[in-house]
């Protein structure tokens, strides 16, 4: 089985620039969920898909972030225009749904604004 | 905000010395634990999870629950130096997602 996969693992990019992440999730795996580890922080929670849908943003910073997951299929989060504090290492997990799945991560995105 | 606490650390053990790692949370209405294990540059890996009160083994792990204290543990026994990482306590409350503690980064000495 596939695990979940994201890319691109490394991205260097100005300030103001635009970025977008992508994730793919375990096939199968209705739930998606992007974290941030910002260095020398806890991973935090960004948003929850449920499929298509948005089940729970309260973690996104602001509206530079946008994240989408069209189809149910695979997630994108744009970051425009980037800014300093957003650089850190992006991960994406999906589950299975039910109580007491444990979610799988995948190898997450290291984000440097410069 | 729910809150999952974990001391940062580092926790320095000998090889073949039990590793003890401990998390509190602040959501009592929370019903599963997870423990995920990450090493430096890699992605968390989910290595053990709880529900009930009491103990639970899976080979040299032992992760421990007392939702009276809020408090969840993790046990390595006959830690290896392959053991050094950061392992992170994860609890969710209802249907929210995982909320994690900052990580214990455990160092086994060979």
């Known amino acids: 089985e596939a695990g979940v996969t994201q890319f691109p693992s490394h991205s260097v990019i100005e300030k103001g620039q635009t970025v977008t992440l992508r994730c793919d999730p375990i096939?199968?795996?209705?739930?998606l969920y992007w974290y941030r580890r910002v260095m020398g922080k806890e991973i935090k929670f960004l948003l929850h898909f449920v499929k298509e849908s948005k089940q729970d943003e309260s973690g996104m910073p602001n509206n530079r972030f946008l994240a989408e997951r069209t189809g149910g299929t695979y997630s994108t989060l744009k970051v425009q225009p980037a800014e300093l504090e957003d650089s850190g290492v992006y991960f994406c997990?999906?589950?299975?749904?039910?109580?007491?799945?444990?979610?799988?991560f995948g190898s997450g995105t290291r984000l440097t604004v410069v | 905000q729910k809150e999952v606490e974990q001391n940062s650390g580092p926790l320095s053990v000998p090889e073949g010395a039990i590793a003890s790692l401990n998390c509190t949370y602040s959501d009592r209405g929370s019903q599963s634990f997870f423990w995920y294990r990450q090493y430096s540059g890699k992605s968390p890996e989910l290595i053990m999870f709880?529900?009930?009160?009491g103990d639970k083994e899976d080979g040299r792990f032992t992760a421990q629950l007392n939702k009276a204290s809020q408090y969840v543990s993790l046990l390595i026994r006959d830690s290896q130096p392959s053991d050094s990482a950061t392992y992170l306590c994860?609890?969710?409350?209802?249907?929210?997602?995982?909320?994690f503690g900052k990580g214990t980064r455990l160092s086994v000495i060979a």
């Open positions: 994860a609890v969710p409350s209802g249907n929210t997602p995982l909320v």
């Open positions: 997990a999906s589950s299975l749904s039910g109580q007491g799945y444990g979610y799988t």
């Open positions: 709880i529900y009930s009160n």
């Open positions: 096939s199968g795996h209705d739930n």
